[in-house]
């Protein structure tokens, strides 16, 4: 009878559903080759997409909300340990295609190096982990290039003990500050090592959402939907320019994270002006 071993990915993240295309700029200022970051930050964009579309077309109706950035990660990680068939096949599915092991370890340093400092309004801290079951070994060259790329935590529990699911939610509680107390309550017999990445999110509005320009309106979803939500109003200039059929207009500021609709004041191609229209959740009625 054939054994089966297990490596178990565990993703712990609060507040951060992040692709990371604007992250190239501050990664490359750390050591990691620039082209190579880009790269990855693109094989990174690509796989997120991709796995967007796979958990869309599971339930249409539903809200998505996922960390492409942690998943990859998580990945990458464990490629370190990949060969062979299932090394090809993470490879094509990570969209790695043309880039070496040492190249997509050198990328991912340079990125989680680059993302902790990218914007000072922005509390972001990203942790790694592994956890191997006591009494078995692993190759020392996979725990070196998780230590070193991805600055993970290795240590060897005795998974048959209850106080082995008590040490890893407490560390994962410790890394997103006390919003996930708990991820996981028991290890599987066949499980040979959790690997672990935990994030925590905290930013700062770029522009304040004024209240006092806010109301309840119906805000209207996919179909004939349509629910009661909180409705705020910002006047801004919107740049725009035409050519052909091609109409461009700038993006509004961000407005305290909720969905915009901009609507033209000024219809002449190429003159500015316009009225951002945000709508904020507000409440359970619009999820």
């Known amino acids: 009878m054939r054994s089966t071993t297990r490596l178990t990915c565990l ?8 692709l990371v295309a604007a992250a190239t700029d501050s990664a490359s200022q750390t050591s990691g080759p620039e082209p ?14 991709n796995l967007f579309g796979q958990l869309q ?14 998943i990859a990660t998580a990945l990458g990680m464990t490629y370190n340990g990949a060969a062979g068939e299932t090394g090809r096949a993470m490879a094509e599915t990570l969209k790695l295609a043309g880039m070496s092991l040492a190249e997509v370890n050198q990328g991912n340093a340079a ?7 990218a914007d000072p309004n922005v509390e972001l801290a990203i942790a790694n ?104 109003r910002h006047d801004h200039d919107l740049g725009e320019a035409a050519a052909g059929a091609l109409h461009v207009r700038r993006r509004p500021p961000v407005l305290d994270g909720y969905p915009r609709r901009a609507h033209r004041r000024d219809p002449v191609h ?17 999820r």
């Not at 993703?11 to 992040?18: E, K, N, P, Q, V």
């Not at 009225?275 to 619009?286: H, I, K, Q, Y």
């Open 11 to 18: 993703i712990a993240g609060c507040w951060l559903a992040l």
């Open 36 to 49: 190579t970051t880009r790269a990855l930050v693109a094989a990174d964009n690509e796989f997120g997409f």
């Open 270 to 286: 190429g003159r500015g002006g316009g009225a951002g229209v945000d709508e904020g959740p507000g409440s359970d009625r619009c």
């Open 57 to 70: 077309r599971q339930d249409e109706k539903k809200n998505i909300f996922f960390s492409p950035l942690s």
């Open 111 to 117: 990125l989680l190096a680059g993302l902790k400092g």
């Open 129 to 232: 982990s592994l956890w191997a079951r006591q009494g078995v070994e692993f190759k020392a060259e996979f725990l070196t290039r998780n230590r070193q790329f991805y600055g993970a935590a290795v240590a060897a529990l005795d998974f048959r003990s209850p106080m082995a699911t008590s040490t890893i939610n407490s560390w994962v509680n410790s890394n997103t500050k006390g919003k996930i107390p708990r991820i996981i309550a028991e290890i599987d017999a066949q499980t040979v090592m959790l690997l672990l990445n935990a994030v925590y999110f905290k930013g700062r509005w770029q522009t304040k959402f004024d209240k006092a320009r806010t109301k309840d309106e119906s805000f209207q979803r996919r179909g004939d939907r349509s629910c009661g939500s909180h409705v705020g």
